[in-house]
């Protein structure tokens, strides 16, 4: 390894290899230090922490991880930089490169394996843009014990992850999101740090993770089934759209009513809910015997 840093390189790296970035899989490397700083310094590690980063790319946050952190295992997707890594990280042996989609990969599994004798877990990541949600959606949902969270995600969508009821960008993800974590954004990040440039402004938001739910539900599926169904048509009342979205077998009436012994007017919008509403209509609904499965 040369003494100068893999975002001050990522062109002639690439040019070296013969890589040419892919669009479809959200490309666009970060060649910025004090971006990748504020990222480390956002995670605020333990010396012994475990950071589990997804789509290191051609490296460069990898190397800054590596420098704080005990161990650092990175899944990349695409074949073609997975060597490049290897060997860009072989006299670190502090960093694991895995071979895999960020989607499929048993992420529990690998948290047990890889993690031996770390006392934190974190993840860190410039995410690929096209798979934000579902990528994050799996690192909350499947509970795998991280302490903290740090994305680099596009602005629009960092906006809804830490937006309040009542303004346009809520929605479920920001619901999921407050539901497992206390969201906070750190930076605004321009375009033009990225190689290639992408259309949009990205940001850095920091999820740090509850120790239990913001609100206790009695049960989760229905609660998220619930939360969808809400936001399924933005324009319709509450009573309209979980109707449609999740209870059209039932009578329009016999929704009302439920909304009204959780305490909500049918006709406010799902938009105006917060977790606490939702967790008292999941209760209503499941005291009825509805459930999960439609
Ligand atoms: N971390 C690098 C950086 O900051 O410069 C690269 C970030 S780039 C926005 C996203 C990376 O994720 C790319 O290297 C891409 O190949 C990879 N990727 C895309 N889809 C993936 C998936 N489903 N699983 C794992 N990696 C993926």
């Not at 975002?7 to 004090?34: P, V």
């Not at 930076?187 to 206790?216: G, I, Y």
């Not at 329009?252 to 606490?276: H, N, S, Y």
């Amino acid at each position: 390894m040369t003494d100068r840093p893999i975002a001050h390189r990522t062109r002639e790296l690439l040019a070296a290899h013969g890589i040419r970035l892919k669009k479809s899989l959200g490309q666009n490397f970060l060649t910025d230090m004090h971006v990748l700083d504020k990222i480390v310094r956002a995670v605020d590690m333990s010396d012994r922490a475990g950071v589990l980063e997804i789509g290191p790319g051609i490296g460069a946050l990898t190397e800054r991880l590596a420098e704080r952190a005990q161990k650092v295992v990175a899944v990349e997707l695409d074949d073609r930089l997975v060597p490049v890594l290897r060997e860009l990280f072989k006299s670190r042996p502090n960093v694991e490169i895995i071979h895999g989609d960020a989607l499929k990969v048993d992420l529990q599994a690998i948290v047990q394996s890889s993690f031996e004798g770390v006392d934190e877990v974190h993840v860190a990541a410039n995410l690929p843009y096209y798979v934000t949600s579902p990528i994050l959606v799996r690192l909350l949902e499947e509970r795998l014990g991280l302490k903290r969270i740090v994305i680099m995600i596009q602005k629009e969508v960092a906006d809804r992850l830490t937006a309040r009821p009542g303004t346009k960008d809520y929605g479920s993800l920001s619901v999921l999101v407050r539901y497992f974590a206390e969201a906070e954004e750190v930076a605004r990040v321009p375009a033009h740090v990225f190689v290639p440039r992408p259309q949009v402004d990205s940001a850095v938001v920091k999820l740090t993770l509850r120790e239990r739910p913001a609100v206790a539900v009695v049960n989760e599926p229905l609660f998220f089934r619930v939360v969808r169904a809400a936001f399924a048509q933005r324009r319709k009342t509450l009573s309209n759209t979980l109707h449609s979205a999740l209870l059209s077998s039932r009578e329009k009436r016999e929704v009302e009513d439920w909304l009204k012994q959780a305490g909500i007017d049918p006709k406010r919008r799902g938009e105006t809910l917060d977790l606490e509403e939702f967790a008292a209509i999941t209760e209503v609904l499941d005291h009825a015997g509805i459930t999960a499965e439609r």
